[in-house]
Protein backbone atom coordinates (compact mmCIF):
# COMPACT_ATOMS: atom_id res chain seq x y z
CA UNK A 1 0.00 0.00 0.00
CA UNK A 2 1.39 3.51 -0.88
CA UNK A 3 0.92 6.26 1.70
CA UNK A 4 0.56 9.40 1.13
CA UNK A 5 1.81 12.49 1.73
CA UNK A 6 4.36 10.61 4.12
CA UNK A 7 7.36 8.64 2.92
CA UNK A 8 6.98 5.75 5.32
CA UNK A 9 9.66 3.11 4.40
CA UNK A 10 12.48 1.43 6.77
CA UNK A 11 13.57 -1.64 8.27
CA UNK A 12 11.33 -4.11 9.90
CA UNK A 13 11.30 -6.03 12.75
CA UNK A 14 13.26 -9.55 13.04
CA UNK A 15 12.02 -12.79 13.81
CA UNK A 16 14.89 -13.59 15.39
CA UNK A 17 14.57 -11.01 18.05
CA UNK A 18 12.73 -11.15 21.36
CA UNK A 19 8.98 -9.59 21.22
CA UNK A 20 8.16 -6.16 22.80
CA UNK A 21 5.58 -5.05 24.87
CA UNK A 22 3.23 -2.23 25.33
CA UNK A 23 3.30 0.58 26.81
CA UNK A 24 6.29 0.78 24.52
CA UNK A 25 7.17 3.97 26.22
CA UNK A 26 6.36 3.70 29.89
CA UNK A 27 6.96 7.76 30.67
CA UNK A 28 4.98 10.97 29.71
CA UNK A 29 5.15 11.29 25.19
CA UNK A 30 1.87 12.02 24.95
CA UNK A 31 0.17 13.43 21.74
CA UNK A 32 2.10 11.34 19.58
CA UNK A 33 2.70 11.89 15.54
CA UNK A 34 4.99 9.43 13.69
CA UNK A 35 6.23 9.50 9.97
CA UNK A 36 9.05 6.98 9.01
CA UNK A 37 11.59 9.09 6.28
CA UNK A 38 14.19 6.62 5.21
CA UNK A 39 15.13 3.65 7.66
CA UNK A 40 14.51 5.87 10.29
CA UNK A 41 10.92 6.86 12.32
CA UNK A 42 10.83 9.94 14.09
CA UNK A 43 8.46 11.14 16.61
CA UNK A 44 6.94 14.30 18.01
CA UNK A 45 5.27 14.82 21.49
CA UNK A 46 3.56 17.43 23.68
CA UNK A 47 5.41 19.10 26.67
CA UNK A 48 3.29 22.46 26.73
CA UNK A 49 4.64 24.83 29.28
CA UNK A 50 8.37 23.41 28.91
CA UNK A 51 11.45 24.87 27.46
CA UNK A 52 12.89 23.98 24.98
CA UNK A 53 9.24 22.26 23.18
CA UNK A 54 7.98 20.07 20.97
CA UNK A 55 10.71 17.31 21.38
CA UNK A 56 11.47 14.59 18.74
CA UNK A 57 12.42 11.35 18.87
CA UNK A 58 13.83 8.98 16.34
CA UNK A 59 13.73 5.06 16.68
CA UNK A 60 14.85 2.26 14.03
CA UNK A 61 12.12 -0.15 15.60
CA UNK A 62 8.75 1.85 16.80
CA UNK A 63 9.94 0.85 20.12
CA UNK A 64 12.65 2.37 21.61
CA UNK A 65 13.29 5.82 21.18
CA UNK A 66 15.70 8.84 21.53
CA UNK A 67 15.77 12.09 21.76
CA UNK A 68 16.99 14.14 18.79
CA UNK A 69 15.67 17.46 19.25
CA UNK A 70 12.62 20.00 19.74
CA UNK A 71 10.89 22.16 17.66
CA UNK A 72 11.94 25.12 19.23
CA UNK A 73 14.07 26.84 22.28
CA UNK A 74 10.90 29.16 23.34
CA UNK A 75 7.01 29.49 22.19
CA UNK A 76 7.01 33.06 23.20
CA UNK A 77 8.41 35.25 26.04
CA UNK A 78 5.37 36.47 27.35
CA UNK A 79 4.41 36.94 30.98
CA UNK A 80 2.86 33.44 31.12
CA UNK A 81 5.58 31.41 29.63
CA UNK A 82 8.54 33.59 31.47
CA UNK A 83 6.58 33.61 35.17
CA UNK A 84 6.49 37.00 35.19
CA UNK A 85 4.29 39.03 37.01
CA UNK A 86 2.62 35.64 38.92
CA UNK A 87 1.46 34.61 35.39
CA UNK A 88 1.92 30.52 34.33
CA UNK A 89 1.33 28.60 31.47
CA UNK A 90 0.83 25.24 33.39
CA UNK A 91 -1.14 22.95 31.03
CA UNK A 92 -1.22 25.08 27.93
CA UNK A 93 1.63 26.32 26.37
CA UNK A 94 1.68 24.64 22.70
CA UNK A 95 -0.37 21.41 22.42
CA UNK A 96 -0.64 18.36 20.18
CA UNK A 97 1.46 18.64 17.05
CA UNK A 98 1.30 16.88 14.00
CA UNK A 99 4.43 15.97 12.16
CA UNK A 100 5.08 15.50 8.71
CA UNK A 101 7.42 14.88 6.10
CA UNK A 102 7.53 16.44 2.90
CA UNK A 103 9.55 17.56 -0.72
CA UNK A 104 12.93 16.83 1.66
CA UNK A 105 11.67 19.24 4.22
CA UNK A 106 10.60 18.40 7.55
CA UNK A 107 7.30 20.15 8.98
CA UNK A 108 6.21 20.48 13.01
CA UNK A 109 3.12 21.98 13.55
CA UNK A 110 1.37 22.79 16.94
CA UNK A 111 -1.11 25.84 18.58
CA UNK A 112 -1.16 26.97 21.17
CA UNK A 113 -3.82 28.98 24.12
CA UNK A 114 -1.03 30.78 25.45
CA UNK A 115 -0.20 33.16 21.81
CA UNK A 116 -3.80 32.59 20.54
CA UNK A 117 -1.96 30.71 17.26
CA UNK A 118 -0.91 28.08 15.37
CA UNK A 119 3.03 27.74 15.11
CA UNK A 120 4.91 25.76 12.30
CA UNK A 121 8.31 25.05 11.85
CA UNK A 122 10.53 23.79 9.54
CA UNK A 123 13.89 22.21 8.49
CA UNK A 124 15.97 20.05 6.11
CA UNK A 125 17.25 18.35 8.86
CA UNK A 126 15.34 17.00 11.46
CA UNK A 127 17.85 16.13 14.06
CA UNK A 128 20.28 19.08 13.48
CA UNK A 129 18.11 21.50 12.41
CA UNK A 130 18.25 24.91 12.08
CA UNK A 131 14.50 25.22 11.96
CA UNK A 132 12.32 28.23 10.46
CA UNK A 133 9.61 29.38 12.44
CA UNK A 134 5.99 30.62 11.35
CA UNK A 135 2.79 31.46 13.33
CA UNK A 136 -0.48 32.98 12.07
CA UNK A 137 -3.78 32.86 13.52
CA UNK A 138 -6.31 31.58 14.61
CA UNK A 139 -4.98 28.49 17.08
CA UNK A 140 -6.12 25.60 15.21
CA UNK A 141 -7.34 23.07 17.61
CA UNK A 142 -5.72 19.72 17.50
CA UNK A 143 -5.08 19.94 13.84
CA UNK A 144 -3.32 17.51 11.28
CA UNK A 145 -0.99 18.72 8.57
CA UNK A 146 -1.59 17.35 5.07
CA UNK A 147 0.03 17.65 2.39
CA UNK A 148 -2.04 16.06 -0.55
CA UNK A 149 -0.40 14.53 -3.63
CA UNK A 150 -1.87 17.34 -6.00
CA UNK A 151 0.09 19.52 -4.33
CA UNK A 152 -2.05 21.46 -1.98
CA UNK A 153 -1.62 22.01 1.78
CA UNK A 154 -4.49 22.05 4.57
CA UNK A 155 -5.28 21.45 8.19
CA UNK A 156 -8.18 19.31 9.32
CA UNK A 157 -8.83 20.75 12.94
CA UNK A 158 -11.64 20.65 15.61
CA UNK A 159 -13.22 19.42 18.34
CA UNK A 160 -16.68 17.56 17.06
CA UNK A 161 -17.17 19.67 14.53
CA UNK A 162 -13.96 18.96 12.20
CA UNK A 163 -13.51 21.41 10.15
CA UNK A 164 -10.97 21.94 7.11
CA UNK A 165 -8.64 24.38 6.23
CA UNK A 166 -6.53 24.99 3.13
CA UNK A 167 -2.56 26.79 3.83
CA UNK A 168 -0.07 28.35 1.31
CA UNK A 169 1.95 26.12 -0.30
CA UNK A 170 4.38 26.79 2.15
CA UNK A 171 2.29 25.82 5.29
CA UNK A 172 2.91 29.89 6.78
CA UNK A 173 -0.87 30.28 6.61
CA UNK A 174 -3.99 30.11 5.56
CA UNK A 175 -4.22 30.45 1.74
CA UNK A 176 -5.66 33.95 1.32
CA UNK A 177 -9.14 34.13 -0.45
CA UNK A 178 -10.56 30.70 1.69
CA UNK A 179 -12.52 30.32 4.10
CA UNK A 180 -12.80 26.68 6.26
CA UNK A 181 -15.37 24.38 5.39
CA UNK A 182 -16.88 22.00 8.03
CA UNK A 183 -16.23 18.16 6.37
CA UNK A 184 -17.88 16.19 9.49
CA UNK A 185 -20.73 17.71 11.07
CA UNK A 186 -20.33 15.22 14.53
CA UNK A 187 -17.29 13.32 14.51
CA UNK A 188 -18.06 11.72 17.63
CA UNK A 189 -21.66 10.08 16.04
CA UNK A 190 -19.98 6.78 15.82
CA UNK A 191 -19.37 6.54 19.49
CA UNK A 192 -23.03 6.74 20.80
CA UNK A 193 -24.79 10.04 21.73
CA UNK A 194 -23.59 10.17 25.79
CA UNK A 195 -20.31 12.01 25.52
CA UNK A 196 -18.05 13.55 27.75
CA UNK A 197 -15.12 14.54 25.32
CA UNK A 198 -15.95 15.62 21.68
CA UNK A 199 -14.10 14.41 19.12
CA UNK A 200 -10.43 15.76 18.84
CA UNK A 201 -7.03 15.25 17.91
CA UNK A 202 -7.33 14.84 14.32
CA UNK A 203 -4.68 12.86 12.50
CA UNK A 204 -5.37 12.43 8.65
CA UNK A 205 -3.57 9.82 6.47
CA UNK A 206 -3.69 9.20 2.26
CA UNK A 207 -3.93 4.97 2.13
CA UNK A 208 -4.76 4.14 -1.51
CA UNK A 209 -6.44 7.10 -2.30
CA UNK A 210 -8.69 7.34 0.50
CA UNK A 211 -9.01 9.42 3.19
CA UNK A 212 -8.39 8.37 6.95
CA UNK A 213 -9.38 10.36 9.55
CA UNK A 214 -8.51 9.66 13.08
CA UNK A 215 -9.90 11.08 16.45
CA UNK A 216 -9.98 10.36 20.16
CA UNK A 217 -13.91 11.08 21.69
CA UNK A 218 -15.16 9.65 25.08
CA UNK A 219 -18.55 8.36 25.79
CA UNK A 220 -19.41 9.06 29.60
CA UNK A 221 -19.19 6.58 32.06
CA UNK A 222 -16.85 4.88 29.68
CA UNK A 223 -13.67 5.08 28.15
CA UNK A 224 -11.24 6.85 25.64
CA UNK A 225 -12.45 5.49 22.20
CA UNK A 226 -10.55 5.49 18.86
CA UNK A 227 -12.98 6.98 15.69
CA UNK A 228 -12.45 6.57 12.16
CA UNK A 229 -13.76 7.77 9.45
CA UNK A 230 -12.99 7.37 6.05
CA UNK A 231 -14.23 9.33 2.53
CA UNK A 232 -12.99 9.51 -0.97
CA UNK A 233 -12.55 13.11 -1.32
CA UNK A 234 -10.40 15.31 1.54
CA UNK A 235 -13.72 17.26 1.82
CA UNK A 236 -15.57 14.17 2.21
CA UNK A 237 -18.56 12.91 2.61
CA UNK A 238 -16.73 10.69 5.45
CA UNK A 239 -18.15 8.01 7.26
CA UNK A 240 -17.02 6.56 10.51
CA UNK A 241 -17.04 3.46 13.08
CA UNK A 242 -15.85 2.65 16.43
CA UNK A 243 -11.98 1.44 15.67
CA UNK A 244 -10.82 0.75 19.16
CA UNK A 245 -12.34 0.75 23.16
CA UNK A 246 -10.07 -1.24 25.50
CA UNK A 247 -7.89 -0.33 27.98
CA UNK A 248 -8.84 3.66 27.30
CA UNK A 249 -5.84 3.66 24.50
CA UNK A 250 -6.54 6.35 21.90
CA UNK A 251 -5.41 8.92 20.15
CA UNK A 252 -2.93 8.67 17.71
CA UNK A 253 -2.77 7.80 14.06
CA UNK A 254 -1.32 5.03 11.70
CA UNK A 255 2.18 3.45 10.53
CA UNK A 256 2.96 0.44 7.99
CA UNK A 257 6.71 -1.56 7.73
CA UNK A 258 8.67 -2.05 4.43
CA UNK A 259 6.80 -5.92 4.64
CA UNK A 260 3.02 -4.48 4.95
CA UNK A 261 2.62 -4.71 9.23
CA UNK A 262 0.35 -1.82 10.01
CA UNK A 263 0.06 -0.47 13.41
CA UNK A 264 -1.76 2.43 15.36
CA UNK A 265 0.13 4.49 17.76
CA UNK A 266 -1.77 5.57 20.66
CA UNK A 267 -1.50 6.35 24.27
CA UNK A 268 -3.13 6.03 27.40
CA UNK A 269 -3.68 8.03 30.40
CA UNK A 270 -1.41 6.18 33.39
CA UNK A 271 -1.66 7.83 36.13
CA UNK A 272 0.88 10.09 37.74
CA UNK A 273 3.52 8.74 35.33
CA UNK A 274 1.70 10.69 32.35
CA UNK A 275 0.20 10.06 29.30
CA UNK A 276 2.10 6.72 27.68
CA UNK A 277 2.64 4.96 23.79
CA UNK A 278 1.19 2.23 22.81
CA UNK A 279 1.50 0.36 19.61
CA UNK A 280 -1.74 -1.96 18.04
CA UNK A 281 -1.53 -4.10 15.15
CA UNK A 282 -3.85 -2.89 12.30
CA UNK A 283 -5.62 -5.42 9.98
CA UNK A 284 -7.32 -3.90 6.48
CA UNK A 285 -10.73 -5.44 5.90
CA UNK A 286 -12.87 -4.04 3.35
CA UNK A 287 -10.73 -0.91 3.42
CA UNK A 288 -11.35 -0.10 6.73
CA UNK A 289 -8.96 -0.63 9.74
CA UNK A 290 -9.18 -3.53 12.50
CA UNK A 291 -7.49 -2.36 15.16
CA UNK A 292 -6.13 -4.75 17.46
CA UNK A 293 -4.80 -8.31 18.26
CA UNK A 294 -7.34 -10.12 18.75
CA UNK A 295 -9.50 -7.68 17.11
CA UNK A 296 -10.73 -4.66 19.30
CA UNK A 297 -8.04 -5.99 22.32
CA UNK A 298 -5.08 -4.18 22.62
CA UNK A 299 -2.00 -6.75 22.68
CA UNK A 300 0.57 -6.63 25.81
CA UNK A 301 2.64 -8.79 23.46
CA UNK A 302 4.40 -6.93 20.02
CA UNK A 303 6.05 -9.05 17.08
CA UNK A 304 8.42 -5.97 17.26
CA UNK A 305 12.21 -5.63 18.92
CA UNK A 306 12.53 -5.82 22.81
CA UNK A 307 11.72 -2.35 24.33
CA UNK A 308 15.13 -1.21 26.24
CA UNK A 309 15.66 0.65 28.97
CA UNK A 310 14.38 4.18 28.74
CA UNK A 311 18.08 5.54 30.25
CA UNK A 312 19.73 7.45 28.37
CA UNK A 313 17.24 7.71 25.36
CA UNK A 314 14.29 9.40 27.11
CA UNK A 315 15.91 10.57 30.35
CA UNK A 316 19.50 10.21 31.68
CA UNK A 317 22.24 10.99 33.87
CA UNK A 318 23.72 14.11 34.34
CA UNK A 319 27.01 14.53 36.09
CA UNK A 320 27.50 18.28 34.52
CA UNK A 321 31.18 18.07 33.09
CA UNK A 322 30.93 19.15 29.46
CA UNK A 323 33.39 18.65 26.82
CA UNK A 324 34.56 21.37 24.34
CA UNK A 325 31.62 21.39 22.10
CA UNK A 326 29.34 19.93 23.95
CA UNK A 327 26.00 21.68 24.57
CA UNK A 328 25.47 22.92 27.95
CA UNK A 329 22.48 20.95 28.51
CA UNK A 330 21.58 17.43 26.98
CA UNK A 331 18.07 17.16 25.00
CA UNK A 332 16.63 15.01 28.67
CA UNK A 333 16.40 18.39 30.23
CA UNK A 334 13.81 21.17 29.98
CA UNK A 335 13.21 24.17 32.05
CA UNK A 336 9.75 24.50 33.75
CA UNK A 337 8.51 27.69 31.28
CA UNK A 338 11.24 30.10 30.17
CA UNK A 339 14.64 30.20 31.07
CA UNK A 340 16.34 33.07 32.45
CA UNK A 341 19.94 32.29 30.77
CA UNK A 342 21.96 34.41 33.01
CA UNK A 343 21.15 32.85 36.42
CA UNK A 344 22.37 29.28 35.42
CA UNK A 345 25.72 28.00 34.29
CA UNK A 346 27.67 24.60 33.73
CA UNK A 347 30.80 26.32 33.66
CA UNK A 348 31.35 28.62 36.26
CA UNK A 349 32.46 26.12 38.26
CA UNK A 350 33.51 22.87 36.37
CA UNK A 351 31.41 19.45 37.14
CA UNK A 352 28.59 21.22 38.21
CA UNK A 353 24.94 23.00 37.53
CA UNK A 354 24.62 26.52 39.03
CA UNK A 355 21.39 27.88 39.79
CA UNK A 356 21.70 31.38 41.06
CA UNK A 357 18.57 33.41 42.07
CA UNK A 358 17.44 36.74 40.19
CA UNK A 359 14.67 37.35 41.96
CA UNK A 360 12.53 37.13 45.20
CA UNK A 361 9.67 34.20 44.70
CA UNK A 362 6.68 33.20 46.60
CA UNK A 363 6.11 29.37 45.88
CA UNK A 364 7.75 27.06 43.91
CA UNK A 365 5.72 26.78 40.86
CA UNK A 366 6.09 30.37 40.07
CA UNK A 367 9.75 29.59 40.82
CA UNK A 368 12.04 30.72 37.41
CA UNK A 369 14.89 28.35 36.24
CA UNK A 370 13.53 24.82 37.85
CA UNK A 371 15.24 22.28 35.60
CA UNK A 372 13.43 19.04 34.77
CA UNK A 373 13.15 15.50 33.03
CA UNK A 374 11.03 12.81 32.85
CA UNK A 375 10.24 10.12 35.66
CA UNK A 376 9.17 6.51 33.80
CA UNK A 377 7.59 3.65 35.22
CA UNK A 378 7.08 0.90 36.37
CA UNK A 379 10.01 2.40 39.20
CA UNK A 380 12.66 5.10 38.75
CA UNK A 381 14.33 6.96 41.24
CA UNK A 382 16.33 10.33 40.81
CA UNK A 383 19.58 11.44 42.69
CA UNK A 384 21.15 14.38 43.40
CA UNK A 385 24.26 16.08 45.29
CA UNK A 386 24.26 19.86 46.15
CA UNK A 387 26.74 22.47 47.75
CA UNK A 388 24.55 24.72 49.65
CA UNK A 389 27.62 27.31 51.13
CA UNK A 390 26.34 30.01 48.92
CA UNK A 391 22.80 30.34 49.82
CA UNK A 392 21.40 33.26 51.01
CA UNK A 393 18.78 33.66 54.08
CA UNK A 394 15.17 32.52 52.90
CA UNK A 395 16.98 30.36 49.47
CA UNK A 396 15.35 26.80 49.14
CA UNK A 397 17.59 24.28 46.98
CA UNK A 398 17.08 21.07 46.63
CA UNK A 399 15.59 18.35 44.36
CA UNK A 400 11.27 18.13 44.15
CA UNK A 401 8.95 15.86 42.01
CA UNK A 402 7.10 18.70 39.89
CA UNK A 403 3.05 18.78 39.49
CA UNK A 404 0.16 20.82 41.42
CA UNK A 405 0.30 18.15 44.09
CA UNK A 406 4.60 18.50 44.24
CA UNK A 407 7.04 17.12 46.94
CA UNK A 408 10.24 18.50 47.73
CA UNK A 409 13.48 17.55 49.78
CA UNK A 410 15.72 20.43 50.04
CA UNK A 411 17.84 22.96 52.42
CA UNK A 412 16.29 26.17 53.02
CA UNK A 413 18.93 28.61 54.30
CA UNK A 414 18.01 31.08 57.46
CA UNK A 415 20.19 33.55 59.46
CA UNK A 416 23.37 32.03 60.36
CA UNK A 417 21.24 28.30 59.99
CA UNK A 418 20.70 25.43 57.37
CA UNK A 419 18.11 22.96 57.54
CA UNK A 420 16.81 19.63 55.67
CA UNK A 421 13.50 20.84 54.78
CA UNK A 422 10.82 17.67 53.30
CA UNK A 423 7.53 19.65 51.84
CA UNK A 424 4.68 18.32 50.38
CA UNK A 425 1.58 19.81 48.32
CA UNK A 426 -0.27 16.74 48.17
CA UNK A 427 -3.48 18.79 49.57
CA UNK A 428 -1.84 20.95 46.88
CA UNK A 429 -1.02 23.64 49.30
CA UNK A 430 2.40 23.49 50.37
CA UNK A 431 2.99 22.28 53.97
CA UNK A 432 6.48 21.51 55.64
CA UNK A 433 6.64 18.55 57.30
CA UNK A 434 9.54 17.56 58.45
CA UNK A 435 12.78 19.75 59.37
CA UNK A 436 16.55 18.86 60.54
CA UNK A 437 19.45 20.96 61.25
CA UNK A 438 22.08 20.73 59.06
CA UNK A 439 25.51 21.46 59.38
CA UNK A 440 27.64 20.73 56.65
CA UNK A 441 27.64 22.71 53.21
CA UNK A 442 27.57 19.23 51.33
CA UNK A 443 24.27 16.91 51.37
CA UNK A 444 22.05 14.72 49.25
CA UNK A 445 18.81 14.19 48.42
CA UNK A 446 16.77 11.44 46.16
CA UNK A 447 13.35 10.64 45.35
CA UNK A 448 11.61 7.27 44.66
CA UNK A 449 8.60 7.02 42.42
CA UNK A 450 6.68 4.04 42.57
CA UNK A 451 4.04 4.10 39.28
CA UNK A 452 3.84 -0.22 39.83
CA UNK A 453 -0.05 -0.94 39.79
CA UNK A 454 -0.95 3.01 39.68
CA UNK A 455 0.38 3.16 43.32
CA UNK A 456 2.00 6.75 42.27
CA UNK A 457 3.94 6.62 45.40
CA UNK A 458 7.46 9.09 45.86
CA UNK A 459 9.37 8.64 48.89
CA UNK A 460 11.96 11.38 50.00
CA UNK A 461 15.61 10.53 51.35
CA UNK A 462 18.50 12.85 52.66
CA UNK A 463 22.24 11.29 53.13
CA UNK A 464 25.11 13.23 54.85
CA UNK A 465 27.51 11.52 53.14
CA UNK A 466 25.76 9.94 49.69
CA UNK A 467 25.96 6.19 51.15
CA UNK A 468 23.63 6.25 54.34
CA UNK A 469 19.88 7.42 52.82
CA UNK A 470 17.65 8.62 55.34
CA UNK A 471 13.58 9.01 54.65
CA UNK A 472 12.42 12.44 55.07
CA UNK A 473 8.94 13.69 55.53
CA UNK A 474 6.45 11.54 54.39
CA UNK A 475 5.75 9.35 50.95
CA UNK A 476 3.57 11.87 48.52
CA UNK A 477 0.64 10.29 46.53
CA UNK A 478 1.40 11.62 43.53
CA UNK A 479 -1.82 12.88 41.14
CA UNK A 480 -2.26 14.10 37.44
CA UNK A 481 -3.76 16.85 37.84
CA UNK A 482 -5.18 18.87 34.72
CA UNK A 483 -4.25 22.12 35.75
CA UNK A 484 -0.85 20.88 34.89
CA UNK A 485 -1.69 18.16 32.39
CA UNK A 486 1.85 16.42 32.80
CA UNK A 487 3.02 13.29 34.00
CA UNK A 488 5.44 14.03 37.28
CA UNK A 489 8.94 15.34 36.91
CA UNK A 490 12.30 14.92 38.65
CA UNK A 491 13.18 18.95 39.29
CA UNK A 492 16.42 20.87 40.39
CA UNK A 493 15.64 23.47 41.78
CA UNK A 494 16.72 27.02 43.93
CA UNK A 495 14.60 29.91 44.51
CA UNK A 496 14.52 33.27 46.83
CA UNK A 497 12.03 34.41 48.94
CA UNK A 498 13.88 37.07 51.20
CA UNK A 499 16.82 38.61 48.82
CA UNK A 500 18.04 37.24 45.49
CA UNK A 501 21.70 36.34 44.62
CA UNK A 502 22.44 33.59 46.58
CA UNK A 503 23.21 30.42 44.40
CA UNK A 504 23.21 26.32 44.86
CA UNK A 505 26.12 24.02 43.28
CA UNK A 506 24.44 20.57 41.99
CA UNK A 507 27.29 18.01 41.42
CA UNK A 508 24.88 15.48 39.67
CA UNK A 509 22.02 14.06 38.88
CA UNK A 510 21.13 10.28 38.37
CA UNK A 511 18.45 8.51 37.74
CA UNK A 512 17.55 4.91 37.50
CA UNK A 513 14.54 2.59 36.66
CA UNK A 514 15.46 0.12 40.07
CA UNK A 515 14.46 1.22 43.81
CA UNK A 516 17.08 0.56 46.09
CA UNK A 517 14.84 1.49 49.33
Known amino acids: MKIYPLLLVGAAASAQTLPAHNPVVHADVPDLSIIRVGKTYYMSSTTMHMSPGVPLMKSTDLVNWKLVGYAYDTLSGNDAMTLANGRSTYGRGSWASSLRYHRGTYYVSTFAQTTGKTHVYSTKNIEKGPWKAVSFRPSLHDHSLFFDDDGRVYMVYGAGKIQLAELTADASGLKPGTTSQVIIENASAPAGPNLGLPAEGSQLFKINGKYYLFNITWPKGGMRTVVVHRADKIGGPYEGRVALQDLGVAQGGLIDTPDGKWYAYLFRDFGAVGRIPYLVPVQWEGGWLVLGSPAGKVPEILALPANKSLIPGIVASDEFT ?130 RDRKDVATFFYSLDGNTWQPVGRPLKMAYTLPHFMGYRFALFNYATQTAGGYADFDYFRITDKLTN
Not at 374 to 402: M, Y
Not at 435 to 448: S, T
Open 322 to 451: RRAGEPALPLVWQWNHNPDNQRWSVTRRSGYLRLTTGRVDTSFLLARNTLTQRTIGPVCAGTTALDVSHLQPGDFAGLGVLQRRYGLVGVQASAGAKAIVMVSAESEKPVELQRLPLNQDRVYFKIECDF
